[in-house]
């Protein structure tokens, strides 16, 4: 059986060259987990729809190969199954029941292609009682305990972006998932179900606070070191109404944010007197507005102090440490973020996008790798 292409010339790089997905069209975090295996060298075809998913998005949606199928349809079906029985991936992301009634769930697709990994992303999950009903990010980080501690106390929680949702405790990790299946899969020849859902997923990423609240650390907003009351963690405004951020939980870096600010003598006793916090808030707050942003980041930036500048996304890419790093290119006329995380010997790259059916067709001319 002919080998699985291999990384070269033109052709894609990165850790996972030779890994074949197949993405139903969603929104959100399926196309992100998506984005993520593409940009590591996996090969992705998204069997999409006309009209696409209502959401285009040239960077999230980049390295793919697609192709428009009416998978409600005898023949969009077929083409379907064909397709991902030379895959070694799914990603879906429609509520618990639509692919079965589409007759393309995980029984028909494993009983054709036992290797093949097939990841759900949702949001309440496959099971339980809310797992047929509509959400978003923001009920998903509520129901999770994410969003009770965040905001003001007396005020309604803030909205957060949907990064702590959908791609925190989504796509990140429904892309964890597919790599512990696949590794799995290498002992027991095997594919499985990857039930990723958000709620979940935010779940996990609580334990910290989860494990913490019992030793005292408190989710109460009026005395939530990480949440904003702390004078010494949160954002202030400067005389030019941008913002910057400080962050300098650590007794060391506070006395020197204290210092480095001229602030006086008595705010550096009693770091963690939650009783003086909003009255030391205040104070800071007075203090930074005396300047603007660029000053305090002149005086600031580079020191212990654990300081950054609240950057606008537009402006994220010049900023000298991103430039540095190389974080972001021009690829098709858009800046975008470089493939991440970065790795030593196997760095990915954004692939091209490609046609579908051409995809799939070298998919068929090599063979399905049974390893």
Same mark, same amino acid.
């Given at each position: ?6 990384? +070269? ?10 890994? !074949? ?8 975090? *399926?196309?992100?987990? %998506? ?6 060298? /996996? ?37 379907? #199954? ?10 879906? *992301?429609? =509520? ?45 980080? %509520? #129901? ?14 803030? @909205?957060?972006?949907?990064? @702590? *949702? ?21 002992? $027991? ?13 935010? $779940? ?8 913490? $609240?019992? =030793? ?10 990480? *949440? ?6 949160? $954002?202030? #405004? ?26 006086? %003598?008595?705010?550096?006793? +009693? ?22 942003? /660029? ?28 430039? /540095? !790093? ?11 973020? @470089?493939?991440?995380? =970065? ?29």
């Amino acid at each position: 059986m002919p080998a699985r292409p291999q990384a +070269g010339p033109g052709r894609a790089a990165g850790p996972l060259v030779g890994l !074949r997905v197949v993405e139903f069209e969603s929104i959100g975090p *399926g196309p992100h987990c %998506a984005m993520l295996l593409a940009d590591l060298g /996996a090969e992705v075809v998204r069997i999409g729809r006309e009209g696409g998913n209502g959401w285009p998005n040239p960077i999230m949606d980049r390295g793919r190969a697609s192709v428009e199928v009416d998978i409600r349809s005898d023949e969009g079906r077929a083409f379907a #199954l064909e397709t991902c029985d030379l895959a070694d991936v799914v990603i879906e *992301g429609m =509520r618990p029941g639509v692919m079965e009634r589409l007759g393309l769930g995980p029984e028909v697709m494993l009983a054709r292609n036992p290797r093949l990994i097939y990841g759900r992303m949702t949001g309440w999950g496959q099971e339980g009682p809310l797992a047929r009903v509509a959400g978003h990010d923001i009920n998903y980080i %509520a #129901l999770a305990g994410a969003l009770a501690p965040m905001g003001r106390p007396g005020e309604p929680a803030p @909205v957060p972006l949907n990064l @702590v *949702g959908d791609f925190g405790g989504g796509s990140m990790f429904l892309a964890f998932g597919i790599m512990a299946a696949l590794w799995e899969r290498e002992r $027991s020849g095997l594919g499985q179900v990857i039930d990723a859902a958000i709620v979940d997923g935010v $779940s996990s990423m609580m334990t910290m606070f989860s494990g913490l $609240s019992p =030793r005292g650390f408190s989710l109460d907003r009026a005395g939530n070191q990480l *949440g904003g009351a702390a004078p010494y963690y949160r $954002s202030y #405004l400067c005389a030019d109404g941008r913002e910057i951020t400080v962050g300098a939980i650590e007794p060391r870096f506070y006395a020197e944010l204290l210092e480095r600010i001229g602030a006086p %003598a008595d705010m550096r006793e +009693g770091q963690d007197d939650r009783a003086t916090w909003a009255d030391r808030s205040g104070r800071l707050a007075a203090l930074f507005l005396t300047r603007t942003a /660029a000053e305090w980041q002149d005086l600031l930036e580079g020191t212990d102090v654990c300081f950054a500048p609240v950057v606008p996304l537009a402006q994220v890419a010049e900023h000298p440490h991103m430039v /540095a !790093r190389g974080t972001h290119v021009e690829h098709d006329g858009l800046v975008q973020p @470089v493939p991440a995380p =970065r790795f030593s010997r196997t760095p990915g790259s954004i692939q091209p996008t490609r046609e579908g059916r051409e995809a799939i067709a070298a998919w068929r001319d090599q063979g399905r790798d049974h390893g």
